[in-house]
């Protein structure tokens, strides 16, 4: 027995329907709006589509599932019979099909319509029906009268709500052909809830500080009433936080720890008409980060110590990832902005950073910000404000005045060193050092002024001035000068001349004079002598004394009976312009004067000679001839006078201040002479020079100042002295002075010897301070092809603790003192990094046989 086996294909058709997207269920309406309809009244049913809805939509009807005919938005029942009861849907296009609307159609004498949906806040209006006139109508619920006047056969019970639901009763008289007779309809009526009570959703249920938190009020409208628009309100703690709108959501951009509380919601119809609050919901916000706390370092913060202020907070457990910014401020003003790092450094503190600190934190978007309480911090005076005392309190022409800048170490901080300097009418007189004291060997004139001192410590982190004090320095008696006019000695007996008693400019007052003969007080009280017709006894060393000053040096007047004199001025210095002159008793005839010099003859005929302007090479025994005519002939005759031509000023010497000058030190080098007494009041100038090369030029000033000595200024100095007109001048021995190395010059050391990619680096700046100086603090800089890579700080070390290629490059570094008074820089270092060594093997082929295609066939 053979078997045909046939081979068929089936295949099947199937249509989905998808709905267009949005596409709302349609709903069904009643015209006129009253069920259940009375058999035979004519109704019209509507397909109401959301406005959206587009285009021409097509029409179709439903009875009890089954389609019926009718095409149209709208289905009209004409003379309505009990088979059109029936559960009633219309779909629009390609829409779901609507809801059931039940149709219910009523026989008999009397019917009791409502609307066939009644929600709450609608305006219910009840209907006693019937197809014959009537009258005496009255409307029941739950078997009690109700209380409203009816029109026609209508009763407008109002807005209501779900406790309006009830069964409803009408009682009205119809006429008959028998008469009038009451007949009565019931019908229960349901109202139902437009809406749910809303509840209160929060989007997260953990909600911190900084996070968007949206609060939703959730609530659902009845499917006949999709469309109503509602209304939402949101409280906190029972006060309104947002008001009635359209939006079910109230959101908090940055939630903060003042935004937890109880919160409940509110939805309403438009009107009013319909309103129902949520249950309390109880939403916290969890902290964030704590309220900063200000510490400071150190505990008590003394004037030049680093102070540092921390900002300390703590993130929250689950935010601990979470960067923070930090900001500080001093009494309300910003003294750094918001970064990342939460400590206020002062490298130096003064006085003035006392005050009330706080410190903010914010989230880097700010979302999150919050301010520590006020913290007071006082910085201690590390010393207390200099004051200048003057000893001795008067000072007069000629004293030594010291002057003493006065100050107190703060208790704990004995030990501080502290340098002083000194000014006069604001200029620097003595430099920084660690002598407290300013002293004018001799004071002049010129000394007077507003004197103030100035207090640091050694790297200037802490300076204060005194205040100004005036000194006064008071012109001396110095001793006066005796001199003649005529100027001249020896004279003749019977000759006159005048003594003067000169004083210095600054002698004050109406003096009383004395004059001295031999030591002998002789008459006289006014500052001019005059010796009219001179004696032989009239020869002496002559003095006087203005006051209470000193005697003058002596003068010597000689009076002689030669026949002949040379004269010349009682006192000689350098730069005077030197006369002598041949002087015959009067009355004898002369004729054939001669000057000279040893056997040198220096002039003829004239009785006075002109030397000019003379130094100490002119001193030497001077003589002159002339003939004389006595006793009846011309007879030569000579005279012979020793001159001593007197030093002005003596040769200068170099003084140099400190006695070891080391580098970035304030070098004093002071030019010392001294003048002759009888020209003390002798204006010099003073020049100074270096290696030959003029360093400071003729001024009244005999001290050269250079505020901080460097190598270069080590060398040979001299200075030179002279009178205003240049008549005289004298230069110094020379005076080496070598200025000691504060510190040697910086040296680069790398470590690793050999630098790879990812090593951690450590350049370091090595440099030796001199012996004497061990304590000086220095400050070290860091350069990469000539750009700064560290700035100075007290590191001799700079790190890089993942070197990379681009680090390398030619490095130096550079050292200062504090002040940066003293600065040297190393030679360049060339560094260069390694590169790593990559492997570069074979990649492994894909399994390509583990890689299969496949398709999918749907039947």
Known sequence: ??????????????????????????????????????????????????????????????????????????????????????????????????????????????????????????????????????????????????????????????????????????????????????????????????????????????VTEGDHMTITCDTELRPHRETTELQFAFYRN??????????????????????????????????????????????????????????????????????????????????????????????????????LSNQYGVPSAQLEDSGKYTCEVQTPTGSVRKRSREAQIYIGELFTVSQLNVSPDQVTEGDHVTITCDTELRPHRETTELQFAFYRN???????????????????????????????????????????????????????????????????????????????????????????????????????????????????????????????????????SDLLILQAPPAVHEGDSLSLRCHSRPGYDTRNTVFYMGDKIIQTPDTVLQIGKVNATASGTYGCMKDIYYNSEFQTTHAELVIRVAELFTVPQIQVRPNQVTEGDHMTITCDTKLSPHRETTELQFAFYRNGHNVQGFSLSNQYGVPSAQLEDSGNYTCEVQTPTGSVRKRSSMAHI??????????????????????????????????????????????????????????NQYGVPSAQLEDSGNYTCEVQTPTGSVRKRSNMVHIHIQGLIKSHGKLPKPDMEGIKARKIFVA
């Not at 009451?182 to 229960?188: G, H, N, R, S």
């Not at 300013?438 to 982190?461: F, H, R």
């Not at 090593?759 to 700064?788: V, W």
């Open 426 to 560: 604001g200029h620097n007189v003595q430099g920084f050092s660690l002598s407290n004291q300013y002293g004018v060997p001799s004071a002049q004139l010129e000394d007077s002024g507003n004197y103030t001192c100035e207090v640091q410590t050694p790297t200037g982190s802490v300076r204060k001035r005194s205040n100004m004090a005036h000194i006064h320095i008071q012109g001396a008696a110095v001793r006066p000068v005796v001199s003649f006019s005529p100027n001249w000695t020896p004279i003749f007996p019977g000759e006159s001349v005048t003594l003067s008693c000169n004083v210095a400019p600054t002698a004050q007052g109406n003096l009383r004079y004395s004059w001295y003969r031999d030591g002998q007080r002789i008459p006289g009280d006014q500052q001019t002598l005059v010796i009219q017709a001179a004696r032989e006894t009239d020869s002496g060393d002559y003095q006087c004394q203005a006051g209470a000053s000193e005697r003058s040096d002596p003068v010597t007047l000689d009076i002689k």
């Open 238 to 339: 029972g006060h309104n936080v947002q008001g009635f709108s359209l939006s079910n959501q109230y959101g908090v951009p940055s939630a903060q720890l003042e935004d937890s509380g109880n919160y409940t919601c509110e939805a309403q119809t438009p009107t009013g008409s319909v309103r129902k609050r949520s249950n309390m919901v109880h939403i916290h916000i969890q902290e964030f980060f704590s309220y900063p706390q200000i510490k400071v370092r150190p505990d008590q913060v003394t004037e030049g110590d680093h102070m540092t202020i921390t900002c300390d907070t703590e993130l929250s457990p689950h935010r601990e990832t979470t960067e923070l910014q930090f900001a500080f401020y001093r009494n309300g003003h910003n003294v750094q902005g918001f970064s």
């Open 1 to 206: 027995m053979s078997i045909k086996i046939k081979m068929f294909n089936c295949v099947i058709h199937l249509e989905l329907y998808v709905p267009a997207e949005g596409a709302v269920r349609p709903v069904i309406s009643l015209q006129p709006n009253w069920s259940p309809v009375l058999y035979g009244d004519t109704v019209t049913l509507s397909c109401n589509v959301a406005p959206t809805a587009q285009g021409n939509l097509g029409y179709s009807w439903y009875r009890d599932g089954y389609q019926i005919s009718g095409d149209q938005q709208s289905l009209v029942i004409q003379s309505a019979r009990e088979t059109d009861s029936g559960d009633y849907q219309c779909q629009a296009g390609a829409s779901e099909r609507s809801d059931e609307f039940k149709m219910d159609i009523r026989t008999g004498w009397l019917v009791l319509q409502a609307p066939p949906a009644v929600h709450e806040g609608d305006s219910l209006s009840l209907r006693c029906h019937s197809d014959n006139d009537g009258r005496n109508i009255t409307f029941y619920k739950d078997n009690k009268a109700i209380q409203l006047a009816v029109t026609g056969s209508a009763l407008q019970i109002g807005i209501v709500n779900v406790k309006a639901s009830g069964i409803y009763r009408c009682e009205k008289q119809i006429y008959s052909h028998y008469g009038y007779r009451m007949v009565t309809a019931t019908e229960t009526v349901a109202v139902s809830e437009l809406f749910s009570s809303p509840q209160t959703k929060v989007s997260s249920d953990q």
């Open 738 to 795: 070598h200025i000691q190395e504060l510190f040697t010059y910086p040296q680069i050391q790398v470590r690793p010897n050999q630098v790879t990619e990812g090593d951690h680096m450590t350049i370091t700046c090595d440099t030796e301070l001199s012996p004497h100086r061990e304590t000086t603090e220095l400050q070290f800089a860091f350069y990469k092809n000539g750009h700064n890579v560290q700035g100075f700080s007290l590191s």
